[in-house]
């Protein structure tokens, strides 16, 4: 769907078409997620970003100008609203709390810096995808795409859990390798 | 820690099942280690990216996120309603959902829905005293009855809840009066049918103009077509005599098989009431059962020896519907019920039927929780049950199969798939489990008869390839049929793994079982054709006559989706690619 095809739907919610909304959700979801998963410290907090972004598109909606931008000014919202989570999360996070917790925090917080790349990155990612060999392949469709735990990916191919473990660490990792080379000048 | 260790830690930690003495241990690593943390960080970063590029996008759920988004902010500024507030969360829930959202950070999403129910609960001051009067009503009717009933035993879980029956005394001979309008009709979800996207034409061809309904209690029903393969989706022409046949012809054990159901439709014959039902537990439900087990066998208002009996059976269940649509109160009888109006509609395009079983459907979807699963009472709390849910969506299947333009059916198909891959199915693989509330993946607890019922419910919504159906097979490889002299044997679980073996592919477990099945069913069959005895059977032995009835009819009553469907000329028109959404 093109920018211009979007507004046509937008338009659609601002005259209060309801049905409408829907299609805008399904469209530009995908997007969205993969925009808020470079910098967020957990899905849950992508999962929880992205929701309270799409109220807060539906409660503003009647304010975008119709000029081909809808997703950069979505993105614009999910941006501010995953910092601003950031931020109340590290603040709440004290000292004496969740070592890990803090430390995905600052992670995330530190990621932030490099924003502007994060197309470029998705993309790359995408691409890197494609060129995984089949059993590797195979294995992140079956822990992201079916959502499968390890015990139950070890299960379902007769590996132990450690193998199943360290293949999935290995593909994270060849995966990460292969984005940067790619991002990297 | 080693390497190992450290990875498996990881994951762990990602899946949310590291123990807390794990999690320290792994923190103090953390901690100590800058090159793990290196790590760590880089595997979560990747771990997120990846979980946000492979996510599964639908409509029907782009279509359920909108409804709830638009809900919260529009709900927000308009007076407040009883049924709003209420929901049907009970009281509790709702605080200790407004109390999880107040700690959550501001601005999130469950922070502002928390604030936004506070407000409306204690908001303005003439509607303080509304929901006083509410909370003390329900108190009554909520909390009183859950506390005088006692707490089932985990054995009972799988019951069939026997609520009180609105049907007259069994043996009571008098026409059956409409049952009683409950006093509060179900929340109502409104879903939209979901836009097709799919560029196939329907599964099936469309249905004939509805006929006149006749109102008359005498009025007979008449089919409108005779059985035959032509115009039934393929996944029922195994009903037909020649086709029956031809399979059974294929069929090891087939004449002994048969001689078994042959016993059984006998025995319910003779066993049915004068008012057309069969006494049980519930006799709605046990009306369903027997009908499900006369239309396995090709026994319709039209056709076989048992027309009339049939005919007598399903006028029954259209007298016992109430306005709403509801044949009963209880969920399993109700949705029983509704699976067998949804396949007698199929085979006999009968209006009066068709009719019936649309208003029975849209009860259903009502009750349909938003992830997809339901509950007794179709409760919208955030318990769900996979047993309930397992009756609801094969009545659904069925009802899909009967009339596919109903609306919202889609929507509620493709939310029972979701239900039965993210809520029902335990964390560490090893099949679904029996109840848990939603949004909230049970980590372990899987039973073998709630796998049967998860493992059927994605093969027959079309999703027999998907990941957790193969783990359910896989963990219903052990599953033995066993019947020894006195004892109980789990007829339930029985029925559903009978149908999930059936559909798969490897052939070899499928006769393995086959063998288990027919040589404790025929063994344990009684002379005059009845089975007694099953889990859960309460002395009618309709129960388990019915259930093991309809496991020996397992070879033609759907036809498997691996199996095509022979191709023949179709007059009708349906489509080739029928078998691929089919019940199998």
């Not at chain 1, 005259?15 to 829907?22: I, S, T």
């Not at chain 2, 970063?45 to 782009?62: N, W």
């Not at chain 2, 979701?418 to 909230?440: C, H, P, T």
């Not at chain 2, 029925?495 to 499928?510: D, G, L, P, S």
């Amino acid at each position: 769907m093109n920018a211009e095809e979007l507004d046509q739907i937008v338009l659609r919610v601002q005259n209060g078409d309801r049905e409408a909304f829907a299609e805008v959700v399904f469209a530009i979801r995908r997007e969205l997620r993969i925009f808020l998963s470079a910098h967020a410290s957990s899905i849950t907090m992508v999962e929880e970003v992205l929701q309270t972004t799409f109220i807060t598109l539906y409660e503003n909606i009647a304010k975008y100008e119709r000029r081909g931008t809808f997703i950069p000014w979505a993105k614009g919202m999910a941006r501010n609203l995953l910092l601003k989570e950031l931020h109340a999360r590290s603040r709440d996070v004290t000292s004496d709390g969740d070592l890990i917790e803090r430390i995905m925090l600052r992670s995330a917080v530190e990621s932030t810096k490099g924003m502007d790349r994060e197309e470029e990155y998705a993309e790359k990612l995408r691409g890197c995808l494609k060129e995984l060999p089949e059993i590797s392949h195979r294995l992140v469709q079956q822990r992201y795409f079916d959502g499968l735990s390890v015990k139950a990916i070890a299960k379902l191919t007769n590996r132990t859990e450690t193998w199943t473990a360290v293949a999935l660490f290995r593909i994270r990792d060849l995966l990460r390798k292969c984005m940067m080379k790619e991002v990297t000048p | 820690m080693n390497d190992q260790d450290f990875i498996l830690a990881l994951e762990e930690y990602f899946d949310g099942t590291l123990t807390p003495e794990m999690r320290a241990a792994f923190g103090s690593e953390l901690s100590s280690n800058p090159e793990r943390r290196r790590l760590f960080e880089e595997q979560a970063r990747q771990h997120i990216r990846l979980h946000a590029q492979t996510s599964k996008i639908d409509f029907t759920e782009s279509q359920h996120i909108a409804m709830m988004v638009m809900d919260i902010v529009e709900k927000g500024h308009e007076p407040a309603r009883f049924s709003d507030i209420l929901h049907d969360q009970t009281l509790q829930e709702r605080f200790r959902a407004i109390r999880k959202g107040l700690r959550a950070p501001r601005g999130s999403n469950l922070n502002r829905y928390a604030r936004f129910a506070l407000l409306r609960l204690f908001g303005p001051p003439t509607f303080s005293v509304a929901v006083s009067t509410i909370v003390v009503l329900l108190l009554m009717f909520v909390w009183v009855p859950k506390i005088m009933r006692p707490e089932p035993e985990e054995y009972t879980v799988t019951q069939i809840d026997l609520a009180p029956s609105k049907a007259p005394p069994v043996l009571d001979p008098t026409p059956i009066p409409p049952a009683p309008t409950p006093e509060k009709e179900p929340p109502t979800i409104t879903f939209s049918p979901t836009p097709s996207r799919d560029p196939e034409p329907p599964a099936t061809p469309p249905l004939p103009p509805l006929p006149p309904v006749s109102t008359a209690p005498n009025a007979p029903l008449v089919p409108l077509r005779p059985l035959a393969p032509t115009g039934l989706p393929p996944g029922f022409i195994g009903r037909t005599d020649g086709e029956r046949e031809r399979i059974l012809k294929e069929t090891p054990e087939s004449e002994r098989t048969e001689k078994g159901v042959a016993g059984a439709l006998k025995w319910l014959h003779d066993h049915q009431l004068e008012n057309g039902s069969w006494a049980g537990q519930d006799p709605v439900a046990m009306t369903g059962l027997a009908l499900l087990a006369y239309l396995a066998h090709g026994e319709t208002p039209g056709t076989g020896r048992y027309s009339e009996t049939v005919t007598k059976g399903l006028k029954y269940l259209l007298a016992t519907q109430d306005a709403r649509g509801a044949y009963a109160q209880n969920v399993y009888a109700h949705a029983i019920a509704t699976y067998a109006m949804a396949e007698a509609c199929t085979l006999t395009r009968i209006g009066e039927l068709r009719a019936s079983m649309e208003k029975a459907v849209q009860v259903i979807i009502q009750g349909q929780q938003d992830a997809g699963g339901f509950d007794y009472q179709y409760s919208k709390g955030a318990r769900f049950d996979t047993s309930v849910s397992g009756w609801q969506i094969q009545a659904l299947k069925a009802a899909a199969l009967a009339d596919p333009a109903q609306p919202s059916l889609d929507a509620a198909l493709a939310k029972s798939v979701l239900f039965l891959q993210r809520e029902a199915f335990a964390r560490d693989g090893s099949g679904f489990v029996y109840e848990g509330k939603n949004g909230i993946p049970s980590a372990s607890g899987a039973k073998w008869t709630m796998t049967g019922v998860g493992t059927l419910g994605l093969q027959i919504l079309g999703k027999p390839h998907a990941a957790q159906a193969r783990l359910g097979l896989k963990a219903l490889r052990d599953v033995t049929f066993d019947w020894l002299p006195g004892t109980k044997p789990g007829v339930y679980g029985y029925y559903y793994v009978t149908q999930a073996k059936f559909q798969q592919e490897n052939r070899a477990a499928w006769q393995e079982w086959n063998l288990q099945m027919v040589r404790a069913l025929l063994k344990n069959q009684h002379t005059d054709g009845h089975w007694e005895n099953g889990d859960y059977d309460q002395g009618s032995h309709v129960y388990t006559t019915t259930l093991c009835a309809l496991m020996l009819e397992v070879y033609y009553r759907y036809l498997p989706t691996f199996e095509k469907a022979p191709e023949k000329p179709d007059p009708t028109g349906s489509q080739a690619g029928d078998v691929s959404v089919d019940v199998q």
